[in-house]
């Protein structure tokens, strides 16, 4: 009987203790939904709902923002917490100051939901800040070493030793032969005073066989050619051309039996052994050339090689038209494998010492400024807003890296996030963090349910870039024939298309409309079945993102360009990238570099 009655106790102990326990939960999850002020969604901040749901616009699932704690809550919070640190000293004025400041801009999100939304990190570190800047040219033949024959005494051409562009000549080899009397009757002048020296002896007329000598050399007589004569004392109205010397025929205008002039032009010889390039390069670029930098020239003709070049002349005017300088650089071409008219690329390599960097894709635009957002552990965020210098990319041999230059606002070893910047910024408008850290007031009132407003013009700028970039992705990925990765990058087109319907536009709301309601409809239907027909739809969403960058680009750090193929022909054949290392999207693999750099788009206003 005693143990069956201290087994019901026992019994019944353990009932309550478990129903207890279930409780707790239920009453933790209700204060959670007490906490709530309003539901939204992530990707569109504007959504305000009361309850949970879908976005009405995107069909993801709202979140929740939880109700602002009050700042005496927070001091109470506060003291609880240091009693219950067993009566801890406090922290110092300047100590508690900051840990409130830091405590203002957090905002948190789950490390559940970021690892959802890809968010990965990376680390403020010490580099090389090696520059990079790149530019095109042609190659053309040093005008120092260009020779042009010019008839020099009237005639006729007699015989045409070389009768081609292109024919290989050396030093003092016959190029043609020119019957002139003229030239007789100059060369029988200098055997007389020849003779008559001889005759009265040396001094009587020197200076008369020296002018005669002259005459001859202004009439392209060699010296050579001249010291026979001396010796033969027999004239000549032969008048050989040679070539003065190694290189190649450029032109050959003389026929034989061709009368001449005085002045007209015979032929041209070219001395290849070293090419210019003239290659343009941006205002706010030239300040990083001097003469004598050594540049890397690529040029189509040779893919597997890279040639030295050295930069001889910096123009000093800048086009007013184009905003760039003209730099030619002299490129040696001993082996003679290059040739005039060939297209070259041309990189020049900055080193500029060792510097704080960060990953470009790190740093969200917002205008005037750049804004980073630092891990501060547990799911807890900081944005904050750096300056940066120029960027820079770093090549391995394997994977290619962008990075900027931190000027102010981190520390080495910072940790920040390097992904899904977009979704977190996102996120830190949905809980007021960013505002708040501005010193700029919430909204008092709160919209109603599903209300959506357009969101600030504030905020374009950044659109267009993560437009920009699914944009480049999807070039990459046609570029490589890659299909499986068209569909989920078609869609984050469309989703970011879609995010410009909502904003306020920038100027001309009319006119916005119209453009951004044509991008959009060429992203909808960007649904290819096949990678032709992926490319076809490529081209369509090209050009209407072309036409509404052309009156609403924003001011980004690297220049774009339109290119276009001259091949492709199924749908409009121009695209958009931010170098002129031609990638072709249309033919893929098979002709990557087909394609013209048509011109460039610049910001507006």
């Known amino acids: 009987m005693k143990t069956g009655f201290v087994l019901k106790i026992t019994l019944v102990a353990l009932i309550a203790v478990v129903i207890s326990a279930c409780s707790k939960p239920e009453s933790s999850k209700q204060a959670v939904k007490d906490n709530v002020d309003y539901w939204t969604c992530t ?26 704690v009050s700042n005496d809550n927070a001091g109470g919070m506060t003291k609880n917490a240091s009693a219950s640190m067993g009566g801890m000293p406090m922290s110092s004025p300047i100590q508690k100051a900051e840990s409130q400041k830091a405590q203002s801009t957090e905002f948190m999100v789950p490390v559940e939901r970021q690892q959802q939304i890809g968010v990965t990190y990376a680390s403020v570190a010490k580099r090389p800040i090696e520059l990079s800047i790149r530019s095109v040219g042609i190659l053309e033949s040093d005008s120092s070493k260009m020779f042009d024959y010019v008839a020099r005494v009237d005639g006729y051409v007699q015989e045409l030793k070389v009768n081609s562009p292109g024919q290989q000549v050396s030093q003092g080899e016959p190029l043609l032969t020119i019957y002139s009397p003229d030239l007789r009757s100059t060369e029988q002048e200098l055997v007389n005073l020849l003779n008559d020296r001889d005759r009265n002896g040396r001094g009587s007329n020197d200076q008369l066989i020296e002018a005669s000598k002259r005459r001859l050399k202004l009439w392209n007589v060699s010296d050579q050619e001249i010291a026979e004569l001396e010796k033969s004392r027999k004239p000549s109205d032969q008048l050989m051309l040679r070539s003065p010397f190694d290189g190649v025929v450029g032109e ?247 995010l410009l319907l909502e904003i306020e536009p920038p100027s001309k709301p009319g006119r916005y409309q119209d453009l951004v309601g044509k991008l959009h409809s060429s992203a909808d239907q960007f649904t290819p079945d096949n990678i032709e027909q992926a490319r076809i739809d490529f081209g369509q969403f090209s050009a209407a993102l072309i036409a509404f960058l052309r009156e609403f680009m924003p001011q980004l750090d690297d220049p774009l360009y339109t290119i276009e193929c001259p091949v492709w022909k199924k749908s409009p054949a121009i695209w958009l990238q931010d170098s002129t290392q031609i990638k072709n999207p249309f033919l893929g693999p098979d002709m990557p570099a087909c394609g013209t750099v048509q011109g460039e788009i610049h910001a507006q206003g």
């Not at 184009?322 to 990189?347: C, F, H, S, W």
Request: hydrophobic share 40%.
């Open 43 to 68: 990707m569109h901040p504007s959504v305000h709902a009361k309850t949970p749901g879908k976005c009405p616009i995107c069909s993801m699932d709202l979140v929740p923002v939880m109700k602002k």
């Open 252 to 498: 050959v205008m003389a026929r034989p039996g061709m009368s001449v002039k005085m002045g007209d032009k015979l032929a041209t010889v070219l001395d290849l052994s070293t090419l210019w390039i003239w290659a343009e390069f941006y205002e706010n670029e030239v300040s990083l050339l001097k003469p004598g930098q050594t540049t890397d020239v690529n040029l189509p003709a040779f893919p597997n090689q890279i040639f030295k070049g050295q930069i001889a002349v910096i123009n000093p005017v800048i086009d007013p038209a184009k905003r760039t300088a003209r730099v030619r650089i002299d490129i040696p071409n001993a082996k003679a494998q290059l040739r005039p008219g060939m297209y070259a690329n041309v990189e020049v390599k900055i080193d500029d010492g060792e510097g704080l960097t960060i990953p470009v894709q790190a740093a969200l635009p917002t205008g005037e400024r750049m804004l980073v957002f630092l891990d501060r552990g547990q799911g807890k965020l900081l944005p904050r807003y750096v300056q940066v210098g120029r960027s820079f990319t770093t090549f391995d041999g394997q994977q290619e890296e962008s990075y900027y230059q931190v000027v102010k606002g981190l520390k080495e070893g910072d940790r920040i996030v390097d992904s899904a910047n977009f979704l977190i910024d996102a996120e830190s408008q949905v809980q007021g963090a960013l505002k708040d850290w501005e010193g700029e007031k919430q909204p008092s009132a709160t919209p109603g349910v599903n209300q959506i407003s357009p969101r600030q013009g504030s905020d374009f700028g950044a659109l267009v870039k993560v437009l920009l970039d699914s944009y480049k992705g999807m070039q990459r990925i046609l570029a490589g024939s890659e299909f499986p990765k068209v569909s989920a990058e078609a869609q984050d087109l469309q989703k970011q298309v879609h």
